[in-house]
């Protein structure tokens, strides 16, 4: 009784104190100032942060001891814990990290001719329900603050600097709706593409959404160059509501007109991302010519997704030859279109199969 009220109080205090990583580089600034410290020694911290990789406010030398114990009394530098690293035979990397409230989400790195790519976990859980996504199985349960996704590239970071590689790519694909923590994902954008901060390029970013209509015209009004996609998979309001009921609040039509300003405003090109599912759900020819219709005028790229198996899960994978000619259907449209090479499907890493843990009881 009494170890579990002191572990309560414990928690309470570890979950005041903010990340560290949820600090962009003006707001460390302002709290300097606020602390009676100079400001410069925000990019010092920068440093030991995103260059150093410090697991310890103490080993920032170059701070005096009372910053040092100010920045520990005042933020978390550590907020994940690696519980597992598995590795697939294709070299793609699955982390799962416990979170200090003692929920969990997974991480992967996906190795590419052009570099290494993280996809990063928005949420704990996530609440937009497709009907084939096993991220969305228990629900929601918590958005990440801004660190905690920030943490996620650097510990992922921090693992391949023994090999001396690095993180060049990220796509924000792993658990969660972005769009629905919209703040805490713009702040950590602005972190990991800042030069002092992780400086992964913005046009080395994507991110990608089940479709929040409002979010997409924000985002389209924060005019960057980041890549964007959005999860379509279908090529009529009917099926898309049948697979996503997020399609029943947000109609494909008014999606379309989302994309269409987000393109106009942005000059850049969208891309949808179309999981095919077997059994003629949506990946027949005719199917493709629809598509082909509703995306034919607009400057894009279509991203098909072989679908993968996820128990709870009825799905099933459209054949190699179905594939094939879905995507000559919409070449012959004239719309680019690729397949998407399967990561990481053996420790089941792939899209999709990403599922927030429930961790509590098996760690206490
Ligand atoms: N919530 C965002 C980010 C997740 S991205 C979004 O929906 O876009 C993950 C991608 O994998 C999405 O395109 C999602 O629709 C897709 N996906 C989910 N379950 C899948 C499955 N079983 N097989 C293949 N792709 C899947």
Redesign the pocket.
């Known amino acids: 009784m009494v170890q579990a009220v002191e572990r309560k109080k414990k928690e309470q205090e570890i979950v005041r104190k903010p990340s560290i990583y949820s600090m962009e580089l003006d707001q460390l600034k302002s709290w300097l100032v606020e602390n009676g410290e100079k400001p410069f020694r925000a990019e010092q911290i920068y440093k030991w942060l995103y260059e150093q990789r410090v697991a310890e406010f103490d080993e920032m030398s170059n701070l005096s001891k009372a910053l040092r114990e100010k920045l520990t009394e005042s933020f978390s530098l550590t907020t994940l814990e690696t519980i597992i690293q598995q590795t697939s035979k294709d070299g793609t990397i699955k982390f799962l990290f416990q979170l200090q409230d003692g929920y969990s989400i997974e991480t992967v790195l996906m190795r590419h001719e052009y570099g290494n790519s993280i996809c990063v976990t ?1 949420q704990v859980g ?1 609440r ?1 329900g ?1 009907t ?4 969305t199985l228990g629900g929601l349960k918590r958005n990440l603050e801004a660190g905690e996704i920030v943490e996620q590239v650097v510990k992922v970071q921090k693992a391949l600097d023994e090999s001396g590689e690095r993180v060049s790519h990220l ?10 923590n919209y703040d805490a994902m713009m702040s950590f954008l602005r972190t990991i593409n800042h030069d002092k901060g992780l400086n992964i390029g913005a046009r080395h970013i994507t991110v ?4 929040i209509i409002p979010k997409i015209y924000k985002f389209a009004d924060e005019k960057l160059q980041i890549n964007f ?3 379509l ?1 279908a090529p009529n309001n009917e099926i898309r509501s049948k697979l ?1 009921p997020i399609n029943k609040a947000y109609k494909l039509p008014d999606l379309m007109d989302a994309i269409r300003y987000y393109v106009d405003k942005t000059g850049r090109r969208v891309t949808f ?1 179309y ?1 095919l599912f077997g059994s003629g759900v949506n990946d027949q020819v005719e199917h493709a010519e629809e598509l082909a219709d509703l995306i034919g005028d607009l400057k894009c790229h279509v991203n098909l ?6 128990p709870e ?1 009825d ?1 099933v994978r459209t054949e190699k030859d179905q594939i094939f000619e879905f995507e000559r259907t919409l070449k012959k449209r004239g719309i680019n279109v690729t397949i998407r090479r399967e990561q990481g499907s053996d420790i089941d890493a ?4 990403l599922r927030a843990k429930e961790r509590k009881e098996e760690t206490r």
């Open positions: 928005t996530c937009i497709c084939f996504c096993a991220s796509v924000i694909m792993g658990i969660g709706e972005p769009f629905d990608s959404t089940s479709g996609a959005v999860s998979h996503m991302e999981g997704i072989p679908v993968n198996y996820v899960r799905f792939a899209c999709g199969q």
